[in-house]
């Protein structure tokens, strides 16, 4: 058989592996969305490089955008094969890429106002919100570690990477001429201690290892150092500076570890009376999904929820859902903090709350998450003095802070601490994926040290017998 690196090849957004069997069978092992490259990304997006009819499986590692996000546009231009996730993934699934078209719809509409102006012809969105819907026909939950025979030859076994809730290692056997291929696509890596999702899981034996590398080059903080710098950060602005707090975080997973951290600081008396609005529609409705899926949830927070029935609520914190809402934030004169996607400031509302309260010196901007590097986040967080945002230049005066022990990636040694459960003799091939190349060099180079071999990084494009 035959793997294809089609997305998230030497870069961080994008994932895409296809596998072809000798038999003819395709199977795709997710199918994330380009992020934050701009009008280059659009482009990306659109030439998927295979034919999307001719799929007949997406394997699918978790729910995040860049790993899910071109679903609905296989579906809008043929795919009629199944998606295969676990029971959390597809419930996440069912409500980010419905956003996401709604996303895409809103943001053409004035885009192609702009167009117009210049004389230029209209664009279309990738898919809409009836393609979105549509697709989620296709998807196929499954508990985790419950293998899932796709047919006499495939199987599928996942098992918690504890990146996301849902998130699993897609575990894959395939047999061919009677032998078995052993395939495993960690998709992202987690932290070995999260604040309520259960650690990573060791994963069965593989001859082939497909994982990722986003922080192969850097480690974190303890998580409470972050919470604790979190809680600095909030005195400094609100108390101290009387400003405003804006933290773009993504709806589904960042969210949720940040108002848990702040729910710990209330209910310990430590958090100051100020109000905090979490403005996203989509962080509202994971936070519901969050609560069904308490089979993803570590010891210590199960024990936590026999205590404080939620975890994810409490006084001065409002949900915001209405445009109006968000809207009327903009007049909220008195200190805050707002929570708003996206993470890497490239869509949503947090771009009219960044526009709004970015060239204002009592501010601060927190950073809790990545930002690859061509995003608006990535931009802000290298110190650049002015940022264009929605076609217009704001200088840059508020505070930026970054705390990236908040990320639900793995540094280097905790995703080798988590490929450790393989014996590495027997694997006969491991590839780099999800990082940028210079930190890919280097996170191999770690790699090698502990005893792994045969490692490659694969360039967009390129194929590999396997």
């Keep these: 058989m035959k793997i294809k690196f089609i997305g998230a090849a030497r870069e961080v957004t994008g994932s895409k592996h296809l596998i072809t069997t000798d038999s003819g069978k395709r199977i795709l092992l997710d199918c994330g969305m380009f992020q934050g490259k701009g009008l280059e990304t659009d482009a990306m997006n ?28 296989m579906y809008k231009l043929g795919f009629r094969g199944s998606v ?5 993934t597809r419930d996440l ?18 885009f192609n106002k702009r167009r117009t102006k210049k004389g230029l012809p209209s664009v279309t969105p990738l898919y809409t919100q009836a393609d979105a819907t549509a697709c ?16 006499d030859n495939i199987k599928v076994k996942f098992t918690n990477t504890g990146h ?18 052993r395939i495993a696509y960690t998709g992202d890596i987690g932290r070995p201690v999260d604040p309520f999702l259960a650690s990573p899981q060791p994963f069965p034996q593989a001859d082939v290892i497909i994982t990722e590398s986003t922080y192969g080059d850097r480690l974190h903080h303890d998580v409470l150092v972050a919470e604790e710098e979190l809680l600095k950060v909030v005195v400094e602005t609100c108390v101290n500076k009387k400003g405003k707090l804006i933290i773009p975080a993504f709806s589904v997973g960042r969210t949720q570890e940040i108002v848990y951290a702040l729910n710990n600081f209330f209910n310990q008396g430590r958090l100051p009376k100020i109000d905090i609005f979490v403005d996203s529609p989509l962080a509202v409705n994971a936070t519901t999904v969050f609560r069904m899926h308490p089979e993803c949830f570590n010891k210590k927070f199960a ?37 708003s996607a996206s993470g890497m400031m490239e869509a949503g509302r947090v771009k009219h709350h960044l526009a709004n309260n970015i060239s204002d010196p009592r501010n601060t901007i927190l950073v809790v998450g990545y930002c690859a590097p061509s995003t608006l986040g990535a931009r802000i967080v290298r110190g650049e003095k002015e940022v264009s945002i929605h076609g217009t230049v704001y200088e840059v005066k508020a505070d930026v802070k970054k705390i990236e022990s908040f990320s639900g990636h793995g540094d280097y040694k905790e995703m080798i601490g988590f490929l450790g459960c393989q014996d590495k003799s027997a ?12 930190t890919q060099k280097k996170y191999v180079a770690s790699l090698l040290n ?15 017998e396997i």
Excluded: W
């Excluded at 499954?142 to 796709?150: A, C, H, L, S, T």
């Excluded at 290692?169 to 009677?178: C, D, L, T, Y």
């Excluded at 409002?318 to 707002?338: A, G, M, Q, W």
């Design 46 to 73: 659109r030439d998927l490089m295979f034919d999307p009819s001719q799929v007949d499986h997406i394997i699918l590692t978790h729910a995040h955008i860049d790993h899910a996000g071109l679903i609905p546009y």
């Design 84 to 88: 295969i996730c676990t029971n959390a």
């Design 93 to 110: 699934c069912a409500i980010m890429l419905i956003d996401s078209a709604f996303i895409q719809e809103h943001d053409t509409i004035t």
């Design 136 to 151: 989620m026909n296709l998807f196929i939950g499954v508990p985790n570690n419950m293998k899932f025979r796709i047919d």
């Design 164 to 181: 996301m809730l849902g998130s699993g290692v897609a575990n894959i056997q395939i047999i061919e001429n009677g032998q078995i291929k």
């Design 303 to 339: 024990a936590v929820l026999e205590k404080d029935p939620d975890p994810f609520g409490f006084d001065n914190l409002f949900y915001i859902t209405k445009v109006e809402e968000s809207k009327r934030l903009n007049d909220h004169k008195k200190p805050c903090v707002i929570i």
């Design 427 to 438: 694997v006969a091939k491991t590839f780099i994926v999800h990082g940028e190349y210079e």
């Design 450 to 464: 502990e005893g792994f071999k045969n490692i490659e990084i694969p360039e967009k494009g390129a194929e590999y």
